[in-house]
């Protein structure tokens, strides 16, 4: 069998061990300065929000969204239930429109009533 200069045993140069060497290395530092700006970030953001400070004033509030956020990201958006919700919901929020046209209409009856077109029904103001 034959060694050429510069090669070891198993047909790999002296400089290939050290390269390798190097580039686990130069990942390991990546990695750790990868994860020190995440953590810098986070701290950034934490500060940014005032989470301590919002759960202190509000904690119900806190807790409320925490409860959303954590529905939608578990899958909970596209369900039956979710559905259900926000039919309640657009129900709810359509009340007071529907209140404001009866009352409207009602109002325009009684005026009716006093201009002369009739005598309003007993026992009404």
């Known amino acids: 069998m034959t060694n050429y200069s510069g090669t070891t045993g198993n047909g790999t140069a002296h400089g290939e061990d050290a390269g390798f060497g190097q580039r686990v290395d130069q990942l390991g530092s990546d990695a750790q300065q990868f994860i020190d700006n995440a953590r810098s970030a986070v701290a950034d ?36 239930l979710t559905g259900r919700i926000l039919k309640l919901g657009v129900r709810l929020a359509a009340l007071p429109f529907v209140k404001d046209e009866l009352l409207g209409m009602a109002e325009s009856a009684f005026q009716g009533y006093q201009t002369g077109r009739g005598t309003p029904p007993s026992g009404s103001v």
């Open 45 to 80: 953001l934490g500060q940014t929000l005032d989470l301590k400070g919002r759960v202190e004033r509000n904690p119900y509030g806190t807790l409320a969204i925490a409860v959303g956020v954590g529905y939608v990201l578990g899958g909970g958006l596209f369900t039956p």
